[in-house]
């Protein structure tokens, strides 16, 4: 039997309606600050409790709403931007729905304070459930103030989805970053519990705003671009090749001053970098798109943070050739980092062959470095007798990691693009993916000593970092996590922590990259449902900075150490991102290949 059909009540409605504008207390700080942006506001102030779930307060210097008017904000369509429908194609403020207060109105409290600067009286308003409970006259300063509490009260189900109060509170962050980035004119402030944990006071420079709040690190690292092609414009900053990030969260873009998510555009700018940064490291970039109005429809998602551009082709090639071309005039700084198109050429290796023994089981389990490669050489670990210990000793109940792999037999053949290893016996031909097989061992023995005596090394003078205050936040979380790894920070003010011991593990990498590298994971909320995961990915992209490089030429010894220690770790036949680590052609495989048989 069909169910018969029924009109939902208008309650019911404009719950379901809400959902798809406020998700989250960081969907409400978002409209609140467009809102008061829209209102020409230049100094205004958020003030969040408990992350944002329990209240938020968004207070601005800007136009104020008219007495009469202040019912009709929390009417759903009811806007003062547009006019007609084909406005929409002109505007230029970030609302036009009229659907961002009625929907918050709808699942929490609001209290509205607002005066306009001529008016002698202000206007208070109270709303409870979407329902007006109070209008009246009031004392108010110039502008607008929103309390907005018992958020989610009235929708439990989506209570139960909003992550930690600390995440809640960076995602909030999150959103007045992206709109201070685009707007120096203003002054930002944000209070957390009563605490001050971000400001950005008015510069006339955008340089100058996005410099204080991508760093000073990105500061040092990046290219100005400035680009007209038809009546479309692109300017920003992007980060010099060195630079690199470990997601690509740190890609900021904006169109008409507007933070957009457009995977073609984010996908122009990774394939300008493409060839020139390691696989899975991102660049960061702050880059804004201007063009008339008409030119992008803005009305495709209710939060609207997708756009759909008439040319979408031509701001593809207008992003992806103008960052080509600032990156090839770019110098890379003198440093660790490599070019992979790099000549093969150079520093042409020899390869003798030399031929891998079984480990020792006494050898010490050092890391695989340049600096501590002198150590394995002096091991000697090709001159050790042949150990006759089953390299299937490892103590783990995992299968996977039973089948580990053995050198045992193996001729070392020579590298191969700089990145591949191969080694032969009678039977097979391996290639080894340097990275990759680097990586692992890493990855095992930050995991060894994670929660065990680790083995730190402490610094001198402590290394000062600065982050913005969402990672910070993060980062408070996470404190004794990164101390059970070795690495000991200490949180100093709102956007400073103090580096003062690192994994000995990790002693080559830069802190201000590994720092950079765990901020990048810590804000990573979506992909990471449990903290084990996430904890996971902090240590495997920690491996990944420190493992050794693709494209780079390695010594007989190097390459001795590294078979050594990749035979003595687990899981040794991916690297912590799943890819293998080797790859076997057995003879009668490539006999067939060569159709021999
Ligand atoms: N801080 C503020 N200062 C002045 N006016 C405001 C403020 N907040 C809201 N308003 C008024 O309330 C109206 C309704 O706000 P609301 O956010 O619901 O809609 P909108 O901004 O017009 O469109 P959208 O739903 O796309 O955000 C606005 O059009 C504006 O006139
Ligand atoms: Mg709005």
Redesign the pocket.
Known sequence: MSKRIVVLSTEIANKIAAGEVVERPASIVK?LL???I??GATDIRVELEKGGCQSIKVI?N????EHEDVPL?FERH????IYKFDDIFNVLS?????????SIASVACVELL?RRKNDISGTKAILEAGAIKEVAPAGSPEG?Q?SVTKIFANVPARRKFLKTEATEQGACLDVVTRLALAHPEIRFKVSANGKEVFTAPEVSDISKRISMIMGDDFSAHCIFVDMQKDNVSLTGFISRPEFTKSNSKSIYLYVNKRFIRDNSVTHAVLSAYRQIIEPRRYPAAVLFLDMPPENVDVNVHPAKLEVRFKNAHGVYELVSKTISQNLAGAETSKGNFIYRLASKDKDKFSYSSLTIREKSPTIPFGMFSRQNLQQAINDDFLKRPVAQKSISTVESDDVRAKETISFTGMKYVGQFANTYLIFENDENLVLIDQHAAHERIILEKLKKTSGEKVVCQSLLIPEIINLTSAQITLFSDYIDFLREIGLEIEIFGRDTIAVKAVPATLAQVKISEMISDIADQLSDQNRMPSLQEKREKILASLACRAAIKANRVLSNEEIAALCRELEATPFNLTCPHGRPITINFSLSEIERMFKRK
């Open positions: 409209e467009e809102n008061s829209d209102a601005d800007g136009s104020g709403i904000v009811a806007t003062s931007k970030f609302g036009f729905r009229g659907e961002a207060m009625p607002t607008t929103i």
